[in-house]
T-cell receptor, first 112, second 112 residues
Framework: EDKVVQSPLSLVVHEGDTVTLNCSYE??????LLWYKQEKKAPTFLFML????IEKKSGRLSSILDKKELFSILNITATQTGDSAIYLC????????????FGTGTRLKVLA | DTAVSQTPKYLVTQMGNDKSIKCEQN?????MYWYKQDSKKFLKIMFS???????INETVPNRFSPKSPDKAHLNLHINSLELGDSAVYFC???????????FGEGSRLTVL
């Protein structure tokens, strides 16, 4: 059965800390891995990764994919209170048809 | 101009009632989805349509019936509502094969 597992489930840090969020996947005919940030409403897109070893970066956030070991990490440096959110990862693959399989999310709280 | 829009944003109703949620996307995507997000923030796929054809139908009670009149619209009708149906329902869309998944703002359903 396709699955995506995220760790840790929750994390509390102080402003300025660096955090690493983990996402492992087992998905038939893997195609891509996506990261989303969810605050109060809809998940908002952060990154999509399809190739191993190529880091994607946006400001203080970066992400990398390892297709051999079947995982991805999301790094946030110099955290700010505005980074407090649930971070979701999803893997796409196909077992007959394409679908996005979401993990349970990591709830990050950044304290001032 | 909202890319994926859902209405209504909030529904409060009694057990046993029937309700509908509408979704429209103006991104020109081929594929639309319904996800259910429970109180633990887990996003679970319910249905997916590609060019008006149902391609994903997960294990969902048959009280839930999706309808796609055209590829820009996907509606969800729920009969005989139960307490356990209380959740946030997200509509989403993407190209096919999938790249970035775009979410609507969600419809929070509360069944009393």
């Amino acid at each position: 059965e396709d699955k995506v597992v995220q760790s840790p489930l929750s994390l509390v840090v102080h402003e300025g800390d660096t955090v690493t969020l983990n996402c492992s996947y087992e998905v038939t005919n893997f195609r891509s891995l996506l990261w989303y940030k969810q605050e109060k409403k809809a998940p908002t897109f952060l990154f999509m990764l399809t190739s191993s070893g190529i880091e994607k970066k946006s400001g203080r956030l970066s992400s990398i994919l390892d297709k051999k070991e079947l995982f991805s990490i999301l790094n946030i440096t110099a955290t700010q209170t505005g980074d407090s959110a649930i971070y979701l990862c999803a893997a796409t693959g196909t077992s007959g048809t394409y679908k996005y399989i979401f993990g349970t999310g990591t709830r990050l709280k950044v304290l001032a | 101009d909202t890319a994926v829009s859902q209405t209504p944003k909030y529904l409060v109703t009694q057990m046993g009632n029937d309700k509908s949620i509408k979704c429209e996307q103006n991104l020109g995507h081929d594929t639309m989805y319904w996800y259910k997000q429970d109180s633990k923030k887990f996003l679970k796929i319910m249905f997916s349509y590609n060019n008006k054809e149902l391609i994903i139908n997960e294990t969902v009670p048959n009280r839930f019936s999706p309808k796609s009149p055209d590829k820009a619209h996907l509606n969800l009708h729920i009969n005989s509502l139960e307490l356990g149906d209380s959740a946030v329902y997200f509509c989403a869309s993407s190209h096919y094969p999938p790249g970035e998944l775009f979410f609507g703002e969600g419809s929070r359903l509360t069944v009393l």
